[in-house]
């Protein structure tokens, strides 16, 4: 085999145009191809992201006021709504809430350890309900305990109100309190009034998830305060979410028909999750449409220019049949000679696959690629190559011996 | 000759189907996914307003100080203290601030199902500043302004919705519980990006519905859409909060020459200075006054996706060329045979080049109409790729098309450039020597 | 019209240098018919690419209808070969994608012909060469006689000063030879210069004057009886 080698590389000298093109798109194919991959990856890795509620039977409904009421008129209209949720058949529990994970940000607050702080130790995305906000987003509490309807507090439009409990996220627990003796603990959020931390949530995830939040993935934290009701979160009765979607808002209405729901925010979560993810979705279906293509576009190339060659080459392969290989031998030679080429491309291909993934690192905060899309996308071009080149070295292995007396 | 080259390319084409088919496949592939992308990047990096881009700027003053500010650069809009400041100064031509509103509206009185609306709360200077076009009426006066007139100017959508496109100046609509005269009827304009608020949004939102003064939505307590604070937050009510730390109105001013920028930029030092002084700022001062492009820059306004997804349909184009290249050496050195004898019969090897070279260009051009095909089809469907907002931006237009063939037709000849060199050396005595 | 004197074309690789022509010398005056003939390897096919102006030469001097042509560049070289030489090949070399008239079209294209030009001087060739129904066939339609003559039309459609033909019968049987070289005589009786290299002595016979090519260099054969009997016998049928 070895033997082979040397005459197959003079032999590529003398097609050395062909040999770089080949080569070159290998190359490209390999270097694209992987990073594309390693993107789909990284998107589809975000969009699956457990948001930590009860998705399958949430509904989430954007409750804006249409009419002109005092704080205390709204705080009673909203208790009176919430009364209503609750007592729809398909309905297990409501809670009004400022936000939903997904909603794509609402309210975050910065956290600090101490009053006088300035400079925070964290940020965190700020759920405001009552005492049934747990159990409504059925997120699971692992430490402390839940709001009582004595601590829930109510919050005028351009007031402030620090309620003195809080229930935070074990992330944010774990990243105010390394030493896990959050429970108990303060924490001071954008004030000098003092939140003790009563209890702790496994996670909720936060209302943001944009690349501005990663560093304060799952940091979140819920106060027991009634704001002037932006939303209402619905959780139905398992396999009743249907019927909730089309009765809440009709009680809703029921009760006062002076607000609008807005379609557009809020809804299921495969509707919230679909509008939430829609460009890493869009991204991950651009790469792997263009993957394929690359795929097999560098694979017709390698077909056609192949093709040519073994035409060009059909005196000289006749040549060697009369002088005694085989057809195996014929299509071992081509096999061969795409591999040497190949293996060329590749390695050129893994270099620039490393180096446009640093680029993109530095220009679009991306991570960095793992090794193992490279291994992988050396071996796929590789086997693309030899695959492509069968038919071409088939029907070399196919010329006749008589072509050797044949003048072109 | 030119266009002997071009019948005989024309009927190469037929020649070799499967190889042409190759090339032409992927050159439209390549074109196509170029041409996607770029309609969608064309269409958010442009400049929305250019000839009045270099006038209009927007100022930034640091509030907050260098231990809370964003990364040492101060805050994207300015706090009510501030933005009536500079307001109050007048150091520019024009000026004004703007921010975001959702209200309330009920469009058959008082017994009808309220709707949802949007707009910014502007100065009457917005109007002229940013060129804004009329189709009934007009904005309001800085008397209006300063009167806290309950005027509103309508889009033509929202117009259009309401009253049926009819002259609607003069009639009156409700805006969360209280009344507004209509003044006039803004013919339609939907910069792209939104640039003059881009405070905390992307810039590519739904359509705006209205305009109110800003001085009558303070009054009626119209909450911005968005705001940012920091520190402490303590107030206890509207008034509390204006006077708060909090940013949310946005300013925007009319500058029309690098001496009075200079001079504006001057002010912005002077009033951040006097603050200092005055001990309502701890730093010094730290101002910032960016035109419209530098704005747009500053803000990242270019989704990320759109660039990545330009650069790698362009990689990938790069690909498809490559690929070419190849094929159109098989191609032409397959005929190998019949240059030596265009070339005994007198052909120089110039002749030979051009003749090559516009055989590709007609491969270019069939693959470019594929790629338009394609491209057609794409655009159709970007709203898969790319959030819907800035998908619907993606048009095929007459310069699109146009953009596409020429793109198909130069790159395949680019690619051209080797195999057509390789044609052209080939010496016609040494095929006629091997019969 | 055709005149080398002292030649030569050498070819030269890493280890070997092989003369193909060498001290060569012919002169072929204006309204000759010249057959060159000799064995395989002579040389006499490398004469008639470098009569052709395809290939350049090593040493020597080529003058072609008066011009010097050694130190001609490639475009100069190209434009003689286009106005001044039609070329008869072996294996008819007509471009197979092109129908019969489009073939004859090529050399008149390179010239810058109008075409109204370009019409009547094909036409008139195929008339000449008795095939002017055939003009929109292809070559795959056409027996191999006929793409002969299809090749001779093209080289005659530029009215070239000199003909050069390049074993013109060798891929035809019999009867199409005679036809086709019939047609030969009847254009060297118009008044063109034929230079026809062939092996085959009597296809050389048919031709006025024969120059005769061993190893690179013409060699008179006036010395070798052989010659004297071919000559004998056509002499007496050509009178």
């Known amino acids: 085999m070895s033997m082979q080698i040397k005459p197959i590389l003079a032999a590529l000298h003398r097609h050395k145009a062909g040999t770089v093109l080949i080569a070159l798109q290998i190359a490209l194919t390999l270097a694209i191809v992987c990073n594309a991959m390693f993107i789909i990856q990284q998107r589809l890795a975000h969009l699956s992201e457990p948001t930590g509620v009860d998705e399958a039977n949430l509904l989430v409904i954007s409750n804006h006021w249409a009419s002109q009421m005092s704080p205390q008129q709204t705080d009673a209209q909203i208790r009176a709504d919430l009364t209503a949720l609750r007592q729809l058949p398909s309905v297990r529990d409501a809670s009004p809430s400022d936000g939903y994970p997904l909603s794509g940000g609402n309210w975050d607050n910065f956290i600090m350890r101490t009053p006088d702080q300035l400079t925070p130790t964290t940020d965190a995305s700020v759920y405001m309900g009552d005492e049934h906000m747990l159990d409504t987003l059925g997120v699971k509490l692992v430490a402390g305990r839940n709001f009582n309807a004595a601590e829930v507090m109510q919050m005028a439009p351009r007031q402030v109100v620090i309620p003195p409990v809080v229930i935070v996220t074990q992330a944010l627990a774990d990243h105010l309190f390394p030493d896990g003796s959050a429970l108990g603990k303060p924490i001071y959020s954008m004030s000098a009034t003092p939140s003790t931390i009563i209890g702790i949530v496994e996670r909720l995830q936060r209302q943001g998830v ?178 492509a080149v ?15 007396t044949r003048s072109v | 000759m030119f266009a002997y080259y071009l019948q005989l390319g024309f009927r190469s084409l037929r020649r070799n189907p499967v190889l042409t088919a190759l090339m032409v496949m992927a050159i439209g592939f390549g074109v196509a996914a170029s041409m996607i992308t770029y309609s969608v990047f064309r269409a958010v ?61 009920l469009p058959g009185g008082s017994h009808s199902l309220p709707v949802a609306v949007n707009g910014y709360a502007v100065y009457g200077d917005f109007f002229p500043m940013f060129e804004v076009p009329f189709l009934y009426g007009s904005g309001w ?16 959508e929202f117009n259009q919705k309401l009253f049926d496109g009819a002259n609607s100046v003069g009639r009156e609509i409700t805006l969360d519980g209280h009344d507004y005269r209509i003044v006039g009827v803004a013919r339609h304009w939907d910069p792209k990006p939104r640039f003059f608020a881009l405070f905390n949004r992307s810039g590519f939102q739904d359509p705006t519905d209205l305009y109110l ?49 200079a001079r504006y930029r001057k002010f912005l030092e002077d009033y951040a200075k006097d603050q200092q002084r005055a001990g309502r700022f701890a730093w010094t001062p730290n101002v910032r006054l960016r035109d419209v492009m530098q704005w747009l820059d500053y803000q990242k306004v270019v989704p990320p996706e759109s660039r990545i997804s330009l650069i790698v349909s362009l990689g990938f184009f790069a690909i498809c060329l490559i690929n070419t290249i190849g094929l159109l050496l098989a191609k032409f050195l397959r005929r190998a045979g019949e ?74 000849m680019a690619a051209a450039f080797y195999p057509a060199w390789r044609a052209a050396q080939v010496q016609p005595a040494w095929q006629l020597k091997s019969n | 019209m055709l005149k080398m004197t002292h030649l030569a074309k050498v070819y030269r690789t890493e280890v070997v240098e092989t003369y193909a022509l060498r001290d060569f010398n012919i002169d072929v005056k204006e309204g000759e018919f010249v057959a060159v003939t000799g064995p395989s390897g002579s040389g006499k096919t490398t004469f008639l690419t470098i009569a052709g102006l395809l290939e350049t030469f090593s040493g020597g001097e080529y003058h072609l ?29 007509l471009i197979p994608d092109l129908n019969v008239f489009d073939n004859i079209e090529v050399p008149l294209r390179y010239r810058g012909m109008k075409a109204a030009e370009r019409k009547q001087r094909i036409m008139d060739s195929l008339e000449r060469v008795g095939l002017a129904s055939r003009a929109k066939h292809y070559p795959a339609e056409l027996s191999g006689g006929q793409q002969q003559r299809v090749a001779i039309a093209r ?61 690179g260099q013409v060699v008179d054969l006036s010395e070798d009886p052989r010659f004297h009997a071919v000559h004998a016998e056509h002499t007496g049928t050509n009178a």
């Not at chain 2, 300063?146 to 309508?154: K, Q, S």
Request: glycine residues 10%.
């Open chain 2, 213 to 261: 003064p800003f001085t009558r939505a303070l009054d009626m307590q119209v909450s911005p859409t968005s705001n940012s604070c920091r520190g402490h937050l303590n107030f206890l009510g509207w008034d509390d909060w204006l006077r708060s730390n909090c940013v949310w109105a946005t300013s925007w001013v009319e500058l029309d020459s690098t001496a009075e920028v």
């Open chain 3, 65 to 93: 209808d008066g011009i010097e042509v050694s130190n001609l560049n490639d475009n100069a070289r190209s434009k003689i070969r286009n106005e001044k030489i039609g070329f008869i090949f072996q294996a008819f070399n």
């Open chain 2, 141 to 156: 006066s800085a008397a209006d302004d300063n009167g806290r007139a309950a005027a509103v100017v309508l889009s033509e």
């Open chain 1, 210 to 387: 944009t690349t501005w939040n990663k560093p304060y993935a799952y940091e979140s934290l819920l106060w027991p305060l009634r704001q002037d009701g932006s939303y209402y979160i619905v959780r139905a009765k398992p396999g009743q979410l249907a019927d909730a979607m089309r009765e809440a808002p009709k009680a809703l209405y029921a009760q006062s028909r002076m607000r609008i729901i807005d379609s557009k925010d809020g809804g299921s979560y495969p509707q919230i999750r679909e509008r939430a993810y829609d460009s890493d979705r869009g991204m991950a279906i651009l790469m792997g449409i263009i993957s394929v293509v690359l795929l097999a576009i560098t694979a017709a190339g390698i077909v056609g220019l192949t093709s040519f060659w073994v035409g060009q080459r059909r005196k000289q392969i006749g040549v060697r049949r009369a002088l005694g290989a085989t057809r195996g031998d014929i299509l071992n030679y081509f096999l061969t000679e795409n591999l040497l080429i190949g293996i060329g491309g590749v390695l050129f291909g893994a270099v620039l696959a490393i180096g446009i993934n640093l680029w993109m690192v530095t220009q679009f905060e991306m991570a960095r690629l793992s090794l193992a899309y490279v291994a992988v996308g050396v071996v796929a071009l590789l086997l693309l190559g030899q695959g």
């Open chain 2, 45 to 105: 990096s442009g400049n929305p307003i250019p000839n009045k881009s270099v006038q209009l700027y927007t100022p930034q003053i640091d509030g907050w100080g260098p231990q809370q500010n964003v990364k040492g650069e101060p805050a994207a809009a300015l706090s009510y203290t501030d933005a009536m400041a500079l307001m109050r100064a007048h150091q520019a031509s024009r000026q004004t601030l703007l921010y975001g509103v959702n209200m309330s509206m």
């Open chain 2, 339 to 412: 240059i030596g004898v265009r070339r005994a019969l007198g052909a120089s090897r110039g002749e030979i080049y051009a003749q090559y070279l516009i055989e590709a260009a007609t491969v270019g051009l069939a693959g470019g109409v594929l790629g338009l095909l394609l491209t057609a089809v794409g655009i159709s469907g970007v709203s898969l790729l790319f959030r819907p907002e800035i998908a619907h931006l993606a048009q095929l237009d007459f310069s699109l098309v146009g953009l596409t063939l020429l793109v198909a037709v130069f790159a395949t």
């Open chain 1, 390 to 404: 069968l038919g071409p070295a088939l029907r070399a292995s196919h010329v006749s011996p008589v072509e050797a």
């Open chain 3, 155 to 215: 080289a005659l459609a530029g009215s070239p000063r000199l003909l050069l033909a390049d074993e013109p019968t060798g891929n035809l049987d019999t009867q199409m030879a005679r036809s086709v070289l019939e047609l030969l005589e009847d254009i060297h009786r118009e008044g063109a210069t034929i230079v026809m290299v062939t092996h085959d002595p009597e296809l050389a016979a048919r031709a006025q004057r024969n120059v005769h090519i061993i190893d």
